[in-house]
């Protein structure tokens, strides 16, 4: 007889948030996972090793609007696995009603994750606004519990729902054999201070924000001992890159493409400060993952992992869009015991926020213990 408990996760991407809690749930012997991934995106499949089936489904995508994915024979999908929990990654999409529609036909308990917070723009405002009155609210609640990994999402979701207590917040955590501090790590004691920001060229980033915070501090510093490192692809780049050389900024500042998942926390090790200062972020993990190295951080008060940050132990919070903030936070860090604060950053995600210790908090609010 076989008493396992079958989950199945259906999301967009295999992020390594979710990887992560799934591979650490893939060893409890009472469940049996799978992940469905949107074929559209198997080929971004993360370098992640997996303890549990991942299998990709056909999207069809109307007019070419992501909004519109809809997922072909997920019914099919769904009563082949016989799930008992279905946990969905998105509640504002066709495949979102589908995956509603059959749990509820069959009485399936559905587990809602959202990184929705308060729309910028009165178009998005509004057309969320329809959504939610007709739809949105009907999967909402009836999902059986709706997980947000950041504050901001958390109040969103309470504001919208009738039972604000089914909303539970749960922060995203970090493989800790990926991320770690090198041993005897003495980066934060030389020269020059390497600042390190890892994002996308795009809008949203906000790269200028930095680069004009940057030309800030050299303008001060007159040894120019300083040095920016930017990690990402992206429409922008060239953009970017043209700013810095119009500033005469060249010297100091460094364009890196692409670094390999499995050496990305050598990459980190090699850097003194990250900076992340998007204009707007559900998590950012690379803020969590670059303290798990032991790098202090410095992020905007749009990021949903500033939640991670405790104000002058491990990094800063600065105004987001304001340079001038942000270069004032960067000097402010400079002057202080990095090293310290990078072991403050480390092992506050190690002592909280570890893989295994969210993935068991994880368990125990989708099986109603917490």
């Known amino acids: 007889m076989n008493n396992k408990t079958k989950i199945t996760w259906i999301t967009i991407f295999p992020h390594p948030i979710y990887t992560f809690i799934l591979n650490s749930l893939g060893n409890k012997p009472n469940l049996n996972l799978t992940e469905v991934i949107l074929s559209e995106n198997v080929k971004k499949q993360d370098l992640i090793k997996r303890s549990f089936e991942t299998i990709s489904v056909d999207v069809l995508m109307p007019f070419g609007i992501k909004n519109f994915r809809y997922i072909k024979n997920i019914n099919k999908v769904l009563l082949k696995r016989n799930s008992d929990k279905i946990i969905l990654n998105l509640y504002n ?36 606004s329809i959504w939610n009155y007709f739809i949105g609210k009907r999967i909402i609640n009836y999902s059986k519990r709706v997980l947000t990994w950041s504050k901001d999402s958390q109040k969103f979701m309470q504001d919208i729902m009738d039972d604000e207590s089914k909303v539970k917040y749960l922060q995203p955590g970090i493989d800790t054999n990926l991320f770690y501090p090198k041993i005897n790590n003495e980066i934060h004691l030389n020269k020059p201070l390497k600042l390190l920001m890892v994002a996308r060229f795009v809008p949203v980033k906000d790269h200028n924000s930095l680069v004009k915070a940057f030309q800030k501090i050299l303008s001060k510093n007159n040894d120019q001992d300083v040095e920016l490192t930017f990690l990402g692809t992206g429409n922008l780049r060239y953009e970017v890159e043209n700013k810095v050389r119009k500033l005469g ?10 670094v390999s998942y499995e050496k990305i926390g050598e990459f980190y090790n090699k850097h003194d400060i990250l900076v992340l200062p998007s204009k707007k972020d559900a998590v950012g993990m690379v803020v969590p993952e670059a303290m798990a190295c032991g790098m202090p951080v410095i992020v905007s008060d749009s990021v949903g992992a500033k939640d991670y940050v405790v104000e002058g ?3 800063f919070v600065f105004k987001t869009g304001d ?4 270069a004032k936070k960067i000097t402010q860090i400079s002057k202080m015991d990095l090293f310290k604060m990078g072991r403050h950053a480390a092992n506050h995600i190690k002592e909280n926020y570890e893989a295994e210790k969210v993935a068991d908090r994880f368990y125990k609010l989708i099986s109603d213990q917490g």
């Open 323 to 326: 340079h001038v903030d942000l």
């Open 93 to 128: 999409s066709l495949y979102s009603i589908q995956v509603y529609l059959f749990a509820k036909r069959k009485g399936v308990d559905l587990i809602l994750i959202s990184e929705f917070r308060d729309q910028d723009k009165k178009i998005k405002k509004a057309l969320f």
């Open 249 to 258: 900024l060249d010297n100091n500042v460094k364009f890196v493409s692409r």
């Open 313 to 315: 132990e491990n990094g």
